[in-house]
């Protein structure tokens, strides 16, 4: 079966350090790769996408990256963290249009 | 550019009693899924029920049924006989089908169910 891992499930980090967080799928090969953040009781915004191993597309110009070193694992970055990067992030991963999107169950990052 | 709006930032339902979350989408293509997600305390995403434009026939999970006007452009979601474990966020979403190797769902703003006891 297809399962999500999304690691560290909480993080406090001050300002100016950096951050790694990473996400990895099993069961399955070639999965579409996502990274969203929601900030608290609001929606989501996806901030990377990725189609295959090295290929990256960013949403919205940040203090944020993204790797995909090999095919089911996904890495978010960031060289200095900024107040404004506190939030819940979320990985997920998708093959068939009709699956939609399946989950990790998240990262609540705040930074100090 | 898809766009999928939901209309209630909150909504509240006394348990046992049934509740219905609206979502409307503004896209020019034919042929795409909709789909609801919910998110608990917890925060976790969880996929409740997913919607094929192509069917005419609305979907049903369990408690949970859709209610697809697709010439409207709505997909509301009906929660029936609401359990205290309904009390969560509630995310609509649309995806184009044959979105290529991109794939993004697009979602609206959510609506935060209260279920009351």
């Known amino acids: 079966s297809q399962t999500i891992h999304q690691w560290p499930a909480t993080l406090v980090q001050p300002v100016g350090s950096p951050l790694s967080l990473e996400c990895t799928v099993e069961?399955?090969?070639?999965?579409?790769l996502y990274w969203y953040r929601q900030a608290a009781g609001r929606g989501l915004q996806l901030l990377f996408y990725s189609v295959g191993i090295g290929q990256i597309s960013s949403e919205v110009p940040q203090n944020l990256s993204a790797s995909r070193p090999q095919d089911r694992q996904f890495i978010l970055s960031s060289k200095k963290l900024l107040l404004s990067d506190s939030g819940f992030y979320l990985c997920a991963w998708s093959v068939l249009d009709i699956q939609g999107y399946t989950f990790g169950s998240g990262t609540r990052l705040t930074v100090v | 550019a898809q766009t999928v709006t939901q209309s209630q930032p909150e909504m509240s339902v006394q348990e046992a009693e049934t509740v219905t979350l609206s979502c409307t989408y503004d896209?020019?293509?034919?042929?795409?899924?909709l789909f609801w997600y919910k998110q608990p305390p917890s925060r976790q995403m969880i996929l409740v029920i997913r919607q094929e434009a192509y069917k005419q026939q609305n979907a049903t999970e369990n408690r949970f049924s859709v209610n697809f006007q697709k010439a409207a452009k709505s997909f509301s979601l009906k929660i029936s006989d609401s359990q205290l474990g309904d009390a969560a966020m509630y995310f609509c979403?649309?995806?184009?089908?044959?979105?290529?190797?991109?794939?993004?769902?697009?979602f609206g703003q959510g609506t935060t169910l209260q279920v009351k006891p």
């Open positions: 069961g399955t090969s070639n999965p579409n």
């Open positions: 896209t020019s293509e034919s042929d795409y899924y």
């Open positions: 979403a649309y995806r184009r089908r044959g979105s290529g190797n991109t794939g993004k769902l697009i």
